[in-house]
């Protein structure tokens, strides 16, 4: 093994697929959009463990693509209407926990958001990273992830959340 292999993070060993598609910026970039408009919405900080829900909602197409259109459905009416996407979700949401971390130290390191003292989340993404100036699919990821941020504010306890999807925090 050579040195640079050795110093190598790794991420960057991962194959080259997953290693794109799996990146600290894109998971960064999710929870951001998610947090401001989860703040914008309810005035307060998205809890950051509000992140792991985020990903594995907006990341799975098929579940991307029956989100609701805007916030009034409420997510118990929402998950009992599909029940058959949901069945999946705790798998995908214990696979992607590692990389919604990596996202998380990376969004704190390039100051893609930032952490309050009660551990919320405060999102604050570049120009370049909105969906009205991303293209093709991560317009489509950043929408999505504002669009679960908006509907996380409609629930009185964020664990109610984590109960209807499956979840343990």
């Known amino acids: ?20 598609m799996l990146n600290p910026a894109l998971f960064a970039a999710l929870a951001a959009a998610a947090a401001e408009e989860y703040q914008r919405r309810s005035g307060h900080y998205m809890p950051w463990y509000m992140s792991f829900l985020v990903a594995p909602l907006v990341l799975h197409r098929s579940t991307r693509e029956v989100l609701p259109r ?8 929402w998950v009992s209407s599909h029940a058959v996407i949901i069945a999946g979700f705790p798998a995908r949401a214990r696979e992607l926990v590692g990389p919604v971390q ?23 993404l570049s120009e ?7 293209s093709g699919d991560l317009s489509a990821l950043i929408r999505a992830a504002g669009l679960v941020g908006r509907w996380l504010t409609k629930l009185d306890q964020p664990a109610t959340a984590f109960a209807l999807l499956g979840v343990t925090p």
């Open 102 to 124: 990596e996202g998380i130290r990376f969004g704190l390191r390039h100051e893609v958001f930032e952490i309050d003292q009660d551990g919320g989340l405060r999102g604050a």
């Open 128 to 134: 370049s990273a909105r969906p009205e100036h991303a």
């Open 1 to 20: 093994m050579t040195h640079s292999e050795v110093d190598a993070p790794a991420w960057a060993l991962r194959p080259s697929i997953p290693a794109v």
């Open 70 to 77: 805007d916030t009034r459905t409420h997510m118990a009416n």
